[in-house]
């Protein structure tokens, strides 16, 4: 009996959550997998959470620290519970489960992937909506981000659907609270694990607006420093930059103290030695900063390390089924549009 875990972050999406949990289930009809269950890692102040427990999934709380956050704490709950393979998909219904669960299935069945992420952009015609231009840059700039880090030529990192082992959500660590997408794939490759890339849909939001990427600027200043500090760039750098100042100011004075014949007699001389002073400063100050930086990445992922279990509820595994929408549900949302 194989077994199936799929992890669902949402925030406030009740709109959504009845029909996309609906769907995950139809996507393995016709699967070898005969159990999932649904994880519903919930931040949430609508009826998400009542709707999601009514359609049979059980519900993690989250932390309200981001999809990130909230991403990590249902991978790693639902490896504990040693399914077969887990799935990741957002909760606003843009990714089309009930037809793209096989096709995800297939590369870690046939022994090519541990972890499997979708593309938009592999093939013509996947996106069902106008996409902005500006976001398709920013793509492109996040993809050769990871590209010169993993070495991997993806077209996309944003798919709302992943397939992975259990061993490829164990070991997550993350971080960021907004970089998940793009930090799952490196860290991945970082552990030996294989990636690939297969063509997804992308619908239209069935209702509301994204909130990790509603503003572009504000998504790339969250974004670029993580997956810098990840790349191990503040070291490269802050350790470079403050080794050249230090440097700098030995040599500054080391003019100095020759051009003054090789004597301490430079009371005359206060602006050179201000400034070897400052290039002094400035250079253990890179240091001290790209030291704290290293120490609060690896404090980081120590924290991520200690596994999130489903203690509040037990995990509820379902039949896979044709997709249902239970008359509680039906009645509770019409009672919140009687009263909007």
Same mark, same amino acid.
């Given at each position: 009996?194989?077994?199936?875990?799929?992890?669902?972050?949402?925030?406030?999406?009740?709109?959504?959550?009845?029909?996309?949990?609906?769907?995950?289930?139809?996507?393995?009809?016709?699967?070898?997998?005969?159990?999932?269950?649904?994880?519903?890692?919930?931040?949430?102040?609508?009826?998400?959470?009542?709707?999601?427990?009514?359609?049979?999934?059980?519900?993690?709380?989250?932390?309200?620290?981001?999809?990130?956050?909230?991403?990590?704490?249902?991978?790693?709950?639902?490896?504990?519970?040693?399914?077969?393979?887990?799935?990741? $998909? +957002?909760?606003?219904?843009?990714?089309?489960?009930?037809? =793209?669960? &096989?096709?995800?299935? %297939? #590369?870690?069945? @046939?022994?090519?992937?541990?972890?499997?992420?979708?593309?938009?952009?592999?093939?013509?015609?996947?996106?069902?909506?106008?996409?902005?231009?500006?976001?398709?840059?920013?793509?492109?700039?996040?993809?050769?981000?990871?590209?010169?880090?993993?070495?991997?030529?993806?077209?996309?990192?944003?798919?709302?659907?992943?397939?992975?082992?259990?061993?490829?959500?164990?070991?997550?660590?993350?971080?960021?609270?907004?970089?998940?997408?793009?930090?799952?794939? $490196? +860290?991945?490759?970082?552990?030996?694990?294989?990636?690939? =890339?297969? &063509?997804?849909?992308? %619908? #239209?939001?069935? @209702?509301?607006?994204?909130?990790?990427?509603?503003?572009?600027?504000?998504?790339?200043?969250?974004?670029?420093?993580?997956?810098?500090?990840?790349?191990?760039?503040?070291?490269?750098?802050?350790?470079?930059?403050?080794?050249?100042?230090?440097?700098?100011?030995?040599?500054?004075?080391?003019?100095?103290?020759?051009?003054?014949?090789?004597?301490?007699?430079?009371?005359?001389?206060?602006?050179?030695?201000?400034?070897?002073?400052?290039?002094?400063?400035?250079?253990?100050?890179?240091?001290?900063?790209?030291?704290?930086?290293?120490?609060?990445?690896?404090?980081?992922?120590?924290?991520?390390?200690?596994?999130?279990?489903?203690?509040?509820?037990?995990?509820?595994?379902?039949?896979?089924?044709?997709?249902?929408?239970?008359?509680?549900?039906?009645?509770?949302?019409?009672?919140?549009?009687?009263?909007?």
């Amino acid at each position: 009996m194989a077994k199936a875990c799929v992890v669902v972050p949402t925030k406030d999406e009740e709109a959504s959550i009845a029909g996309v949990i609906a769907e995950i289930r139809r996507g393995f009809v016709g699967t070898r997998y005969n159990r999932v269950a649904i994880i519903v890692v919930d931040d949430s102040t609508d009826g998400t959470r009542r709707i999601a427990r009514a359609c049979g999934a059980t519900v993690l709380p989250g932390d309200g620290d981001g999809l990130g956050s909230a991403m990590l704490k249902g991978l790693h709950a639902a490896a504990t519970l040693e399914p077969d393979v887990i799935l990741s $998909i +957002d909760g606003d219904g843009q990714a089309d489960p009930a037809s =793209e669960i &096989p096709r995800f299935l %297939r #590369p870690i069945e @046939a022994d090519e992937a541990d972890l499997v992420v979708g593309s938009r952009f592999a093939a013509p015609n996947l996106v069902g909506y106008r996409y902005h231009w500006l976001r398709r840059l920013g793509t492109r700039v996040l993809c050769a981000m990871i590209r010169a880090q993993t070495g991997l030529r993806l077209t996309d990192s944003h798919g709302g659907l992943r397939a992975m082992r259990p061993e490829v959500a164990a070991s997550l660590e993350l971080l960021g609270t907004h970089t998940y997408v793009q930090e799952t794939i $490196i +860290d991945a490759v970082a552990k030996g694990f294989r990636v690939v =890339e297969v &063509p997804s849909v992308w %619908r #239209p939001r069935q @209702a509301g607006t994204s909130r990790v990427v509603a503003s572009i600027p504000r998504y790339v200043f969250y974004t670029l420093p993580v997956l810098l500090l990840r790349w191990g760039q503040h070291i490269r750098w802050l350790y470079t930059l403050g080794l050249l100042a230090i440097l700098a100011a030995l040599a500054l004075f080391g003019e100095v103290f020759i051009s003054e014949g090789l004597t301490f007699r430079l009371a005359h001389r206060t602006p050179a030695l201000l400034l070897v002073a400052l290039l002094v400063i400035t250079g253990v100050e890179l240091f001290f900063f790209g030291f704290v930086l290293q120490l609060l990445k690896q404090i980081k992922k120590g924290v991520d390390r200690r596994p999130a279990r489903l203690e509040a509820e037990p995990a509820v595994w379902l039949d896979v089924e044709p997709a249902w929408r239970p008359a509680a549900v039906a009645q509770y949302v019409d009672e919140r549009k009687r009263t909007a």
